[in-house]
């Protein structure tokens, strides 16, 4: 009998030990960078309530594709913007799976999806066409991997609705000459259980007076937070860490990011982009943004004025500059820009993200949205010429009006039409 018990006992402890073995993340496995995975490294700094199931799953799947030999095959993922339009809440994508790597975007094969799924066509004629018209590395992904952003397409190859792409590249073409540089600075508010993070329940430090909010964890008003740094101040810095460097490995341009005024807001910058590139790598690095926060619990948000109030809003200034606004006496070419803007100015505000009249109201670093006016180093205008420009006597402009959900595509595209071209286009009637 004790022989038997002591079996017992050998036998469960060794099952123990096999579980816990199981339950650990196997030493054999390709590491993440600096030696955790995203989630690992998030959870302990910001206070990430995600399960942890999904996050080891999550973690084991990528090293498991580490430890296959991948090369023989290639998976593309196909992008593309769903029914809701371009404004960076709706990207859809699916995996394909190519026997080589295509040596540009025109190597790559048409597909097709379901439209009738995505608010896009109807049940009796569901399929639109993918054209792929970007790629670059698929930084998330083991072996050779890319991702394909693509135009929505008709089977007659006309665009559908909500491709603004196919519109807005007609406009750049025929104007390479005018080399038009876009920089973007693309505002987003992280979200956890329906609030900003640092919002209630947070250990946001009360800045303001003490008040019964403090009492709920809201944190004090807006000033600490801009590229504030501390536990009490920042909040989701290593998801905008993350995302950084997701967007380098994939080579777009990202040229930097920082904290925003309000607490859980964050900025990151595309650019100088040329034409048509420009909207390429903001969809690009949008997709990339929602796919962090996917793995990791968090909700991004576009929303132009995500809590009301005395808070900032998100925009999505967009810096612009052609070759002869770089050039010695561009400022004048600049200011005729700016001219041209003022008197199309509502034709853009109905163009420029929808609930952007919650963001422009004359406070928080912004112009009202019903007048125009531009001046240098005026955060409170509409467009704002740099002091370094006004003081070079060349540069670029900022169009501070375009909200965080804008849609690149038609911001860039009416900004060169307007400032440069004969600004009539009617390209993009059908989205306001």
């Known amino acids: 009998m004790a022989s038997s018990m002591t079996l017992s006992v050998l036998v469960a402890l060794s099952l123990v030990a096999c579980s816990a073995a199981f339950l650990s993340s196997p030493s054999s496995f390709a590491p993440r960078a600096q030696g955790k995975s995203i989630s690992q490294r998030l959870t302990p700094s910001i206070g990430l309530r995600s399960p942890v199931l999904p ?14 030999n991948l090369a023989a095959k290639v ?17 859809r994508a699916k995996t394909r799976v190519l026997d080589t790597m295509p040596k540009s975007v025109d190597d790559l094969p048409l597909w097709n999806y379901d439209g009738s799924s995505t608010g896009q066509a109807p049940g009796e004629d569901s399929e639109v066409y993918l054209k792929p018209a970007y790629m670059c590395k698929d ?25 603004t792409r196919t519109e807005a590249a007609k406009i750049f073409e025929g104007h390479e000459a005018e080399e038009p540089w876009f920089g973007i600075e693309q505002e987003y508010t992280l979200f956890q259980d329906g609030v900003p993070l640092g919002w209630p329940k947070s250990g946001a430090r009360p800045f303001a007076e003490t008040s019964p909010l403090y009492q709920f964890g809201y944190p004090g008003e807006q000033g600490p937070y ?19 460097d997701y967007c380098l490995a994939a080579g777009l341009d990202v040229s930097g990011i920082n904290g925003e005024v309000m607490p859980g807001q964050w900025e990151y910058q595309v650019g100088p982009a040329v034409g048509i590139n420009a909207g390429d790598q903001l969809h690009m690095t949008r997709f990339l943004l929602h796919r962090v ?22 925009g999505c200034h967009t810096n612009f500059s052609t070759k002869k606004m770089r050039e010695d006496g561009g400022l004048k070419a600049i200011t005729d820009a700016c001219d041209k803007y003022g008197i199309a100015h509502e034709k853009h505000i109905k ?41 070079d006597g060349k540069g670029y402009l900022e169009d501070r009006r375009p ?6 595509y038609v911001v860039t595209a009416l900004m060169f039409d307007t400032g440069i071209l004969k600004g009539d286009t009617t390209a993009f009637d059908h989205v306001a």
């Open 75 to 91: 998976k593309a993922e196909y992008i593309w913007i769903g029914g809701r339009g371009g404004g960076g809440d709706d990207y």
């Open 351 to 391: 163009l420029y993200g929808a609930g952007n009249e919650r963001r422009l109201t004359g406070d928080c670093e912004t112009n009202s949205i019903d007048s125009f006016k531009y001046g240098v180093a005026d955060r409170g205008a509409s467009i704002r010429i740099p002091r370094f420009t006004d003081r």
């Open 139 to 163: 930084p998330m992904r083991s072996g050779d991997a890319i991702l394909v952003l693509c135009e929505m397409m008709n089977p007659d190859m006309t665009p559908i609705p909500t491709n």
């Open 403 to 408: 909200a965080s959900n804008m849609d690149p």
């Open 226 to 244: 801009y590229c504030g740094v501390g536990y009490d101040v920042s909040f989701g810095r290593l998801i905008c860490e993350e995302h950084l």
């Open 55 to 68: 996050q080891k799953l999550a973690s084991s799947r990528r090293s498991i594709q580490g430890a296959l």
């Open 293 to 314: 926060c996917e793995e990791n619990g968090v909700v991004c948000s576009f929303d132009p004025k995500p809590i009301p109030g005395n808070w900032n809003g998100a």
